[in-house]
């Protein structure tokens, strides 16, 4: 596996040298709200690896503020996603069980002048936040007594109030140039249920209050987020200097991974998911961890390539290129090169007996002879693809079969195309061959050169199979999520009726077919395979 090095590192290794720190906790704080993405694999890997690094701890925390948009089976996928990954937390915590806590703070912020109730409505509050450009307004409530901001918080967790009534606001600077300065909102009545805590609570916290009392309160020393948290960190070391919290964790941010051809956002995946244009958070298609894995998708793959593309302080677009060649690396020695047709053309090899089926000597992989050999069954009935055979020969990078050339069969004989048979609408439906007996494979045979190698499938052995193929979901390179749904690509997934191989295959083994690309058992009853990568790069 790759090394794990970037600045964030440095800063742990400096803080643990300099006695800032005396071992490090990092957490992954996911909001349970959608399934987690390859760009939340950026955030996993680089919390677990780093702590790993240092022998410290991570803890998975869910980030359950907003119950409106959060659900428990949200909970679940998440965990079952980094789990796939190999990654075990130290501990699993919910930010709603330090919602008691959160309450005493916001309490001793009252008290100490530094938080009041605001009646304004949510428009007026936007409205009196100011601009970039202009100061901010104060709010007419902003000079409230401490007795009075008591009781009027006590009676918004009572529900004495609609939502959106009453907000709790933290009292720092109106002009400051930071926006997220400008009295920014706590706490805020909310009466849908929660999916932990039920109607225990009718007040939530905002997450730049939450966020770093849950870091102080689990000891977490760097609290890694991505980028667009930079200008939230004078407020989160704000909650953390007046809450006078015990432990004082540090706020650090990184760039956020963006993938060519692939929208990382989970308003968009809700968004596909609940349009019905693809089956699920774990459509083999989406950019999902679930949907990676059901594409077939190892975990080391997604940490090599996490690991790989490094981490910056900038936000990056990451071609979708680099993400498919770790795959291809990743398999390439650790599966069996098997062969399959996807869309079949029959041979008949006209001097070969009939009723006669030998089996043949084929090694499993010719780069890991570990991975040793089996033997493949050859007769006068096979099938090829379709597309390596053409009645001429259309040009001279041509490597395949044609009538009058000869090409070798891998792991068997070369055949020579002699003649064709149409049906009625003008589709060759056969192609008859002769083999020359003295070539097979493993012989050293050398007198003649082939036209190329091809793959093929005996005949009455095969076993009949279906092969999922998948193409980006949209079109264009753009990573960001304007108009997607007009940039969807039509034919993002692309079946195939063929052959494969008459072999044992159980659900989740992986393949090579050669030629062609890497393939995961989606379905061992009705035999069907997805398509994890293709051998080559199919981006234009
Ligand atoms: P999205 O922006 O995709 O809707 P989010 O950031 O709201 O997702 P969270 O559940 O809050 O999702 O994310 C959990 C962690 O993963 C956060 O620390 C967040 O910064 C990080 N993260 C999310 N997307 C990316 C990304 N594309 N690259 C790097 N880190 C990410
Ligand atoms: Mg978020």
New binding site residues.
Partial sequence: MAEINNFIKTIMENDLANGKVDKILTR????PN?YL?I??A??LVTNFELAKLFGGKTNLRF?DTNPETEDASFVEAIKEDIAWLGYKPANVFFGSDYFDKTIDYAILLIKKGLAYVCDLSPEEIAEYRGSLTTPGKESPYRNRSVEENLELFENMRKGMYREGEKTLRAKIDMASPNMNMRDPVLFRIIYTPHHRQGTKYCVYPMYDLAHPLQDAIEGITHS???LE?ENHRPLYDWVIEKCETEHKPQQIEFG???LTNTI????YLKELVGSGKVKGYDDPRMPTLAGLRRRGVTPEAIKEFILETGLSKTNSTVDAEMLDHAIREDLKLKVKRIMAVKDPLKIVITNYPENKVEYLNAINNNENEQLGSRKIAFSKYLYIERDDFAIKKPNKHYKRLALGLEVRLFHAYFIKANDVKYDENGNIVEVYCTYDERTLSGTGFNERKPNGTIGFVEATTAKKARFNLFEPLILDEKADASNFMERLNPNSWIIFDGVVEGQEFKKGDRFQFIRDGYYIVENDENLEFNRIVSLKSSYK
């Fill in positions: 992954f704080p996911p909001e959608a993405h760009g939340h950026r955030a980030d890694l987020c991505s948290y956020r991974l963006n990382l956002s989970k308003r």
